[in-house]
């Protein structure tokens, strides 16, 4: 830095003195004494004017000269003009040392900025090195990923043949199922036959009715036959005399206006006599047409009334001939008697091969159910709320795969890193994934078949995982169309169904919640006066029958869906939620539906007991993105410890040497009390609820991590 020109300083220290020409002395300060400043931007002490400088300094001056010199200045009065030459100089020499104190504070000021960014221009020579050796890093980090890319490129090529011979054996699997289908066709074209048969049966005996019908009502028709033709001649009778009535009182009336004209006019006969002659006898006339047209169609009412009696005949030898027929009939019946006799014992034999048929189709659903995969997960996206971030591109689901029943979902995460957006693609498969459009009814169409198998007798377990807030209750516990109001419903309808085969339901239920680790009864009774709520509830497993119980838990026997309804609704109100700053009603346990299906079938004497387990599991958060503290903060960590020990357990299900080595079910109460239900014959089937949002990336991520790692595990068999 080149060095800052200063002031320059005068030698002397002592003030100089300036001789005036009336003989007085002046000081003048030097410019060293002033005070300088260096780097700082306030202003400097002023100079003092030239008059009140030299009143100050005048005292100065005097104690300084002796009394003589001043009684000698007095005298002179040719050194006037010098004494203004000094004052001008003085007032000129102060205005230019305060122009240069200004110029030296601006030039002080600068001074500072150019140090500051001096220092700046180093900090972001620092932080430029930085980014070039981190530049260097990721090109270094990017040829590895390109190694590694080639080296997938290889072991995809390897993959695509593996799958090629693997499309191949599925082939074959599919012509084998094809043959099964032709024959299971074949046998319901057989159950439709004899469904024809009972149906043509049926026509013959309405047909029959008909006819029966059809005679009583002609029987009833000839028995009124002689009062209708009685009727009749009375009503013609009655025609007749009204038009005949009727006839003479217009002529009784013509004729009195006559008599009334005739005495009004009788002294204008003469002249009037051919105009009435001209008047009344038309009428008359007419009259008298009139008369004998009705004459006429009196003949003819006689005509038909001879017509309708030949008719008569004609009804009468019809009803032998029907009476006949019902003789007939009656034979026939007779047969239909001995034909509806015979094709009740066929119904019976019928019966007893629908019962063959029940117990086939409960083995061959279980067979699809296995081949299906015990353990099942699908995945719902929910709506973006109007809240949210409305941007949904960061997802894409492909279409449904019918050849491989399974169905994919692409998730791009955008990283910002060195002010630079790096997109990254994670792809996830599932064997079903519903989008934001689908309905509860649409989810639970899948889920249907496994409500069927806890029917059949099988342990049945569907749960909801997912983060806080998306859609897991709703799914589940939505009063109109959610999974455990549609499972119900669809309970009732089936074992309403299978009465007719000789089948009879028991159902109950339990309802509880997993609360920090502590089992809660959600149908307790909370109008007596005792804390039921702090009962011990123990879970105790029967290895011999896989049943699973809960001790000093309440059940309650589902006859109707109002009692359902009422279920639902008290267990609803004591379920744990609370507002978090992710989710305004979050729920803070894992509630746990169980319901108990006790079937027994009168004519064969077989017994079926399933268990069908509808969870909704606590959200999953952050408590970095939650920011919960105090209870909140302990519920959440008991809720994250449970998800995590559910993924520990999937995680040892996954081992091939799963019944050698140990499972750690114990390590939770949530995977303690789904032991039964996560191993042997039982069906698993898990909702991972994402949201649509993008701002909810990491969490969707994290979710379809652990259905991913579920989504692989095959439910090995218990030795």
């Not at 009684?71 to 122009?99: D, G, I, M, P, R």
């Not at 509808?614 to 105090?630: F, P, Q, T, W």
């Not at 999937?650 to 789904?674: C, E």
Request: glycine share 2%.
């Amino acid at each position: 830095m080149r060095d800052v020109p200063t002031t320059p300083l005068r030698v002397s220290r002592e003030p100089s003195l300036i001789p005036s020409p009336t003989g007085k002395t002046k000081l003048l300060i030097p410019s060293n004494m002033q005070q300088k400043r260096r780097y700082t931007s306030s202003p400097p002490s002023k100079i003092h004017s030239s008059s009140s400088f030299q009143s100050e300094k005048r005292n100065t001056i005097h104690s300084r000269v002796p009394q003589n010199d001043l009684s000698n200045s007095s005298a002179s009065n040719s050194s006037a003009n010098l004494t203004k030459f000094y004052k001008s100089n003085v007032l000129e020499l102060n205005e230019l040392q305060e122009t240069l104190y200004r110029k030296k504070s601006i030039l002080d000021a600068r001074n500072d900025e150019f140090e500051t960014y001096k220092l700046e221009q180093q900090e972001v020579q620092i932080k430029w090195d930085k980014i070039a050796s981190e530049k260097r890093r990721i090109e270094n980090e990017l040829k590895l990923k390109q190694n590694e890319l080639k080296r997938c490129e290889n072991d995809n090529i390897e993959k695509k043949q593996i799958l090629e011979r693997g499309h191949a054996l599925h082939l074959k699997e599919l012509e084998a199922k094809n043959q099964s289908e032709l024959n299971k066709l074949r046998n319901e074209y057989d159950m439709k036959i004899e469904k024809l048969k009972q149906d043509r049966i049926k026509e013959f005996e309405k047909k029959r009715s008909d006819l029966l019908n059809e005679v009583e009502g002609k029987r009833n028709k000839i028995l009124m036959n002689d009062s209708i033709l009685a009727d009749l001649k009375q009503e013609l009778d009655n025609k007749y005399l009204y038009l005949r009535e009727e006839w003479l009182e217009k002529y009784q009336q013509s004729w009195t206006e006559e008599i009334e004209k005739r005495t009004k006019m009788t002294q204008d006969i003469e002249i009037f006599e051919h105009n009435l002659n001209d008047d009344i006898y038309p009428k008359i006339d007419i009259l008298t047409t009139r008369l004998n047209d009705a004459k006429s169609k009196y003949a003819e009412l006689q005509k038909i009334l001879e017509e309708r009696s030949f008719e008569t005949k004609d009804l009468v030898s019809k009803i032998t001939e029907k009476n006949e027929q019902i003789k007939q009939t009656k034979d026939s019946s007779t047969d239909l008697v001995k034909k509806i006799d015979d094709i009740k014992k066929k119904l019976v034999l019928v019966n007893n091969e629908l019962i063959k048929e029940e117990t086939i189709r409960r083995t061959l659903h279980n067979n699809l159910q296995e081949l299906r995969g015990n353990i099942r997960v699908y995945c719902r996206i929910r709506p973006v709320l109007p809240r949210e971030t409305q941007n949904t591109t960061h997802l894409k689901v492909t279409p449904f795969d019918d050849t491989n029943g399974t169905q994919e979902i692409d998730v791009t995460k955008r990283s910002v890193h060195a002010n630079s957006t790096t997109p990254q693609t994670f792809h996830f498969k599932f064997d079903k994934i519903f989008n934001t459009k689908d309905s509860n009814s649409d989810v639970f169409d899948e889920v249907g078949q496994l409500v069927q198998s806890a029917l059949d007798g099988y342990n049945v377990c569907i749960f909801a995982y997912g983060q806080t807030g998306s859609g897991k209750t709703y799914t589940m516990l939505n009063p109109q169309d959610g999974i455990i109001p549609l499972t119900i419903v669809h309970i009732f309808d089936w074992t309403e169904n299978l009465k007719e085969r000789g089948w009879k339901y028991t159902i109950t239920c339990q309802f509880i919640e997993i609360y920090n680790e502590n089992i809660v009864d959600l149908l307790r009774n909370t109008e007596s006066g005792e804390d039921t709520e702090q009962t011990k509830h123990d879970i105790r497993h029967n290895m011999e029958t896989q049943r699973t119980t809960i001790t000093n838990i309440t059940t309650c026997e589902l006859d109707c869906e109002a009692t359902v309804n009422s279920v639902l609704k008290k267990a609803s109100k004591l379920r744990s939620t609370a507002s978090t700053k992710s989710n305004e009603h979050s729920s803070r346990s894992h509630s746990i539906f169980i319901v108990h299906l006790a079937g027994e079938n009168s004519n064969t004497g077989e017994r079926s007991e399933g268990t069908l387990n509808l969870i909704d599991l606590a959200g999953s958060e952050r408590i970095n993105v939650a920011h919960v503290d105090g209870e909140r903060l302990r519920e959440t960590q008991h809720i994250n410890k449970s998800l995590s020990c559910l993924g520990d357990v999937i995680h040892a299900l996954n081992d091939s040497s799963v019944n050698k080595r140990h499972i750690p079910f114990r390590n939770s109460k949530l995977t303690y009390l789904l032991q039964n239900s996560l191993t042997g014959n039982s069906k698993t089937l898990m909702f991972v609820n994402i949201s649509s949002a993008s701002n909810h990336v990491n969490e969707t991520l994290n979710s379809l991590r652990f259905a991913s790692k579920v989504n692989s595990t095959k439910m090995q068999k218990s030795t």
